[in-house]
């Protein structure tokens, strides 16, 4: 079987299984966000002549920020970690073999690092390049403007970057140890403020 890469979708039964759950805990701001996600990851590998897995990353993308979410927010994980569970609890529905469902986890937590290069995890790399360019415009210009046009004409962002920003200002109070209190912390206000998307 062959999925097919369509719409910024990934058809296959896990793509459809991330999509229903993504689609039943996120807010609409926050899907859009998962989706433009994964669209500038495929995108940039694309440009890039990146080899990567795709299915991975859509189902990694589309559950990334469910953390962020009151039913999986957790008292004490990191949101990426609580996201990686989500990931793996879900998979393993699915019959991901354990290595698949891990490796699902592990790219939800590395997209909050940016120093995860596409050698060392291409799939990690590629979702953490595809967030910062939602979240914050970064690489940018990298981006055919058509294609950026047609994905938020498809996705609307919303009032997203205030909404984002609320939600990990929120998890940085309460745990300032996660990367998300650092992100706060090295000016994402200004970042997500500055985001030539709005």
Not at 34 to 53: I, K, W
Not at 87 to 111: C, D, K, Y
Request: aromatic fraction near 8%; charged fraction near 20%; glycine fraction near 8%.
């Amino acid at each position: 079987m062959t999925p097919t890469l369509h719409a910024w979708t990934f058809d296959s039964p896990a793509g459809r299984a991330a999509l229903e759950i993504a689609t039943e805990y996120a807010d609409a701001v926050l899907l859009a966000h998962s989706v433009r996600s994964y669209a500038f990851a495929a995108r940039y590998a694309e440009q890039h002549g990146l080899a990567y897995d795709a299915e991975l990353l859509y189902v990694s993308s589309l559950l990334h920020d469910l953390g962020l979410t009151a039913p999986f927010d957790s008292h004490t994980l990191p949101f990426e970690e609580a996201g990686g569970h989500v990931a793996r609890v879900l998979t393993a529905g699915l019959g991901w073999p354990v290595e698949r469902r891990a490796r699902a986890q592990e790219v939800i937590v590395l997209h909050m690092r940016d120093d995860v290069t596409a050698a060392e995890d291409v799939e990690s790399h590629l979702l953490q390049v595809g967030t910062s360019a939602d979240v914050s415009g970064l690489r940018l210009a990298d981006f055919d403007p058509d294609f950026t046009a047609a994905l938020l004409a498809a996705h609307p962002r919303g009032d997203f970057g205030a909404s984002f920003l609320a939600l990990v200002e929120d998890q940085a109070v309460r745990k300032p140890a996660c990367a998300a209190a650092a992100y706060v912390a090295g000016g994402a206000a200004a970042r997500i403020a500055a985001n030539p998307l709005g």
